[in-house]
């Protein structure tokens, strides 16, 4: 029996197996944890000031500590990627990889180079482990959905960049894809609305203003379209892609000489197009001289002898000729191409 009065001490309840089973604390583990963590800060802050061998210095020198350190080598591999050494690149996200086979953010730039190297090689189903694996930044849901552009999955892909969008909201490049998918859906009016998007948080994203100018022919606005492939020019003047877009508009305008002199100015940027060669072909075979015209989509064809328009307007000049046999020889391998309006042509042929 306790006493009356006397202190009643109440002992604690531990349970000494359960700490005996936790083992002694390993200091030195500690302290090369905690030198790894300050190098690779240090790493980070050099590859800030595009100091990349003093980072490479730092991060060969966390792996020496803790040779499973996931960070230093994916930092690594971004390194080697910038310095174009993708190949080195691929191996630092895979040694990750070897040891955190779930490391989303390592998932994802592994990914990310092989797309560099070759889109044929990742698929959409390689951003979305990473995805799954909690590398939920933007760039994995923009590239998914890049992936799944490049498949003809336009909601697929509105989806993707709409998440990307979510967590990066001036993120240019996603709502210019995101406009290119809405634009291969017949919504023209979304997609000149995430063209302009892109263009207010990049002013220099040169295809914005292209893919507009694009989208507004496609309505019918030909004036307005001039307008933004000047506007690319003006970003890039050596692209020959909005010289040959603008001097379709003007074509389509009437104006010829404008036209002329912007096909000129494609074909000296970009003497290899056949989009280009058909078009000096076009104002050619418009001002009457159909003989010069064949000569260049002949040349078109001799490129890309698959380009069906080309064979089309080349019927063309040739039925202006009087040449119906050579005519409709052309409207049928344009037909076979797939290009639909050919199949008009050809009922000139079997009259």
Known sequence: MIKKGYPIAFLLCISFALLAQQGEFDYTDYRNQRIAERLYNNAVSAVHAQDYYGALFYLDSINKLQPNFAEAYIERGKIYFVKERKNDALAEFQKVLSFEPDNGEALFYNAYVKFTQDTSSVA???????????????????????????????????????????????????????????RMLGDYQGAIYDYRLAINYDNNLLMAYINM???KKKLGDFQGAEQDYTVAINVDSTNFLPYNNRGGARYILGNLEEAE????????????????????????AKAGDYESAIEWYNKSLE??????????????AYELL??????????????????????????????
């Open 213 to 215: 100018g694009t989208t």
């Open 261 to 284: 002199s912007d096909f000129k100015k494609a074909y000296e940027l970009n003497p290899e197009s056949p989009s280009v060669l058909c078009n000096m072909g076009n104002v050619l």
């Open 124 to 182: 959409a189903s390689d951003f979305d482990m990473a995805i799954k694996n909690n590398y939920t930044l933007p760039h994995a849901f923009y590239y998914r959905g890049l992936m799944k552009l490049l498949d003809h999955q336009y909601n697929d892909a509105i989806a993707d960049f709409s998440m990307a969008i979510e967590r990066k909201a001036d993120y240019a490049k996603a709502y210019h894809d995101r406009g290119s998918a809405k």
């Open 303 to 316: 490129i890309n002898p698959a380009f069906a328009i080309s064979f089309l307007n080349r019927g063309l």
């Open 322 to 351: 009087g040449m119906l046999t050579e005519a409709c020889l052309d409207w049928e391998q344009a037909a076979q191409f797939g290009l639909e309006e050919a199949n008009e042509y050809l009922k000139e042929c079997n009259k």
